[in-house]
């Protein structure tokens, strides 16, 4: 069974919701960015790259249609890089490295981009319409 390691990591500068020079950001602008300085930082081959999985804990507005899946189409990664958006509110990015790991473990995949996302500025604390069932 082959192990899983971290090969390199990424992440953005952030700021306190509503305020900074990221308030007018898209979370898909700011996570594609991410992803290509990581690839360029960790010199992994983009046709390496099985998957991307972004944790989103509200997958929804400009942070939502599949964020893991659309932001393949804005990064410097072939068109088949897959993408999926896992949510499991707070731990959804550490839910997208058990996902990797579990894919490389079975021999799924060698090469994974695993992510977390969330604009607290441009999509409200519990989202935008919340009605959790009674």
């Known amino acids: ?11 953005s500068p952030f700021t306190i919701a509503n305020k900074g020079d990221l308030k007018s950001l898209r979370p898909e602008d700011l996570l594609s960015q991410v992803i290509n ?4 930082k960790s010199g992994i081959n983009p046709e390496d790259i099985e ?3 972004a944790g989103c804990a509200f ?16 990064c410097d990664l072939p068109g ?17 490295i058990h996902n990797a790991a579990g894919s490389i473990a079975m021999g799924s995949g060698e090469a994974f981009i695993c992510a ?3 604009s607290m500025t441009r999509v409200p604390m519990l989202g935008f319409n ?5």
């Not at 069974?1 to 992440?11: D, E, K, L, T, W």
């Not at 997958?59 to 804005?74: A, C, D, R, S, W």
């Not at 897959?82 to 499991?88: C, D, L, P, S």
Request: glycine content about 12%; overall charge negative; charged content about 15%.
């Open 1 to 11: 069974m082959p192990n899983a390691v971290i090969a390199g990591y990424s992440r």
């Open 37 to 40: 300085d990581l690839i360029k």
């Open 51 to 53: 998957d991307v999985i």
């Open 59 to 74: 997958p929804e507005g400009e942070q939502g249609f599949n964020i893991g899946k659309v932001v393949t189409f804005m």
């Open 80 to 96: 088949n890089v897959a993408g999926m958006t896992v949510n499991r509110w707070c731990g959804s990015s550490m839910q997208s």
């Open 116 to 118: 977390g996302v969330e």
């Open 130 to 134: 919340p009605m959790p069932h009674p």
